[in-house]
């Protein structure tokens, strides 16, 4: 029977597209592979924008609004993910992760089109809407797909389509900048956008849906004035504006008050935009606040490695992207043994645990570096803490999705996204204000005044900006950036301890789809309910 024939069970559960043995058909790994090439645009872009940016400045104008090309592309997706997640649940994936391809496409032509910095700003927001719901329909899709359990088979094709991003995106850009033009780092996701669209769209076959539900537009607005407020004052705090600025405080109000009116909203509505009840859950409340974790050092990691890769040890921008190897190659083959061993044994716990632990010591072992460490030695250290995310990456998204019924797989990936990209936001900025803080603290101490006035204009300095100090404020400047990294590595090691502590207190709970008996309903607590109710009895 072909997929477009299968109906969904009356609990909305889509069928197994594999067959008897377990092999999944062809028209489902087409649909991986587009479903692949959807999640390259959604994390390729910022690294490919990135490396044009200062040419696009330099043709457009608008230094002094340069962080906002980036800033509305991250509010708009942040914003957005729940909303996209919400939408597939009530009327059908396909349709709408069809519709945030499209969405994308248009925001990415017309950034390509912008005559000026403010059209630019505007069409990345459009961009990052279509984007928020890229990664959300992927991780739904697969969900809808593929059973937890035989998941764990796909997971080394995700995290090496990261790594591709993270390695390609800025050679990619560079390339693409110099030979053909600023334009073309928004135009080139236009023949691949239409690859995934046409493929998605020819051989993606799911029960289509038609929900009376209203849609909760107040919780939608108050979730969205939340996540832009937190967005904010991760982008400006310390940058644009002081921590303790009316600016920042104001914002932070704003959010609290737009959280806790969301939280009373979804507690009084039909069909809540995020509904609370998943968080009963105990392995998905767990998973979230270790998702939260992994998205807080990850990304201060991404941010703040390169940065020690160039000023202390001397590498270039392109090679400071292919430094970082070992820690993509240890999290790609990790992460493809976890899931293999997951599917074939349908255990995960360990690995949670043991991504926990790697991750901080990994962290811990870079904030032993200093100006005498080696790219070898860094490298290893890199490892360590690239097989803690090969662990966690595609785990915590696993149980986030088998903790939550079928009908709810759409709010739960995107809790899940939402958290990890809220947690990512605020890494950067804590770790950016302790890094900054410590280099200047560093620039005072070695040369006095005249070290704080050398970094008065931010901490972070380019290549032909360092080979233009004197000899004696260079050297200052590479001490001051090790300390600096130092001090960001090892306040990392601390708060990961949360999240190797958080995934102590998981439980074990059977993946659906496992070729044992059909796992029993899970109660609150995240213990199947029969086994739950026996031992009461």
Known sequence: MGMSQKKATPTGEIPKPADAGGKQPASVRVVLFALMIAMLLA??????????MPTIVGELGGMSHLSWVVTAY????????????KLGDLYGRKGVFLTSIVIFLIGSALSGMAQDMGQLIGFRAVQGLGAGGLMVGVMAIIGDLIPPRERGKYQGMMAGVMAVAMIGGPLVGGTITDHLGWRWSFYINLPLGAIALVMVTAVLHLPKKRSQARIDYVGAVLLTVGITSLVLITTWGGTEYDWLSG??????????????????????????????????NRNFSLVTVIGFGVGFVMFGSMTFLP????????ASATNSGLLLLPMLLAMMAVSLVAGRVTTSTGKYKLFVVGGGGLITAGLALLSLMDTGTTRFTSGLYMAVLGAGMGFLMQTTMLIAQNSVEMKDMGVGSSSATLFRTIGGSFGVAIFGAIFNNQVQATMSERLGAAGAKATSGGAQMDIKALEKLPGAVKDAYMHAVSSGTHQVFLWGALISVLGFAAAWFLKEVPLRGGPAKPAE???DGGAPAGRAMAEAL
């Not at 940065?307 to 001397?314: E, P, S």
């Open 43 to 52: 994390m390729l872009d910022n690294m490919i924008v990135g490396t044009a």
């Open 74 to 85: 991250t509010l708009a997706t942040a914003a957005s993910t729940p909303i996209w997640g």
């Open 247 to 280: 600016q920042i405080i104001g914002l932070g109000v704003t959010g609290v008050v737009a959280l806790l009116a969301f939280v009373f909203t979804e507690t009084k509505v039909r069909e809540p935009v995020l509904p609370l009840h998943i968080f009963r």
């Open 307 to 314: 940065l020690f890769q160039q000023t202390v040890q001397g």
């Open 521 to 523: 309903p899970v109660d």
